[in-house]
């Protein structure tokens, strides 16, 4: 069993960064692929980014690619994403998740764990 607790969501304007950090207990998070996906009303959760359990490789969606970077500390059990460059359309709610034994980018129906969410506002 692994618990995930999102935070760093907040209100910034188009161009600003935000840190999204996620808090993970549980056995065995060094061999869950960590991710992160958003869900914007009245849309499909969707993938954002992962780093996978093993040689920490990374994974993006084509919409943040260059913008956004995840990261995780396996020491301390955290995964972060990095978001420069917020455009309003990245206005969602976004999810931690955790995938076991995950090889590469997730898909909702692979992860094992969600965090419950935390809210990133966009202004323009």
């Known amino acids: 069993q692994v618990q995930l607790v999102e935070s760093g969501g907040g209100l910034v304007q188009a161009g600003d960064s935000l840190r999204l950090s996620c808090a993970a207990s549980?056995?065995?998070?060094?061999?869950?692929?960590m991710g992160w996906f958003r869900q914007a009303p009245g849309k499909e959760r969707e993938f954002v980014a992962a780093?996978?359990?093993?040689?920490?490789?990374?994974y993006y969606a084509d919409f943040v690619k260059g913008r956004f970077t995840v990261s995780r500390d396996n020491a301390d059990r955290m995964v972060y994403l990095q978001m420069n460059t917020l455009k309003p359309e990245d206005t969602a709610v976004y999810f931690c998740?955790?995938?076991?034994?995950?090889?590469?980018?997730?898909?909702?129906?692979?992860?094992?764990?969600w965090g419950q969410g935390t809210q990133v506002t966009v202004s323009s």
């Open positions: 998740a955790a995938d076991w034994g995950g090889l590469g980018a997730m898909s909702v129906d692979e992860v094992d764990y």
């Open positions: 549980g056995r065995g998070f060094g061999s869950y692929t």
């Open positions: 780093v996978r359990w093993s040689g920490g490789a990374t």
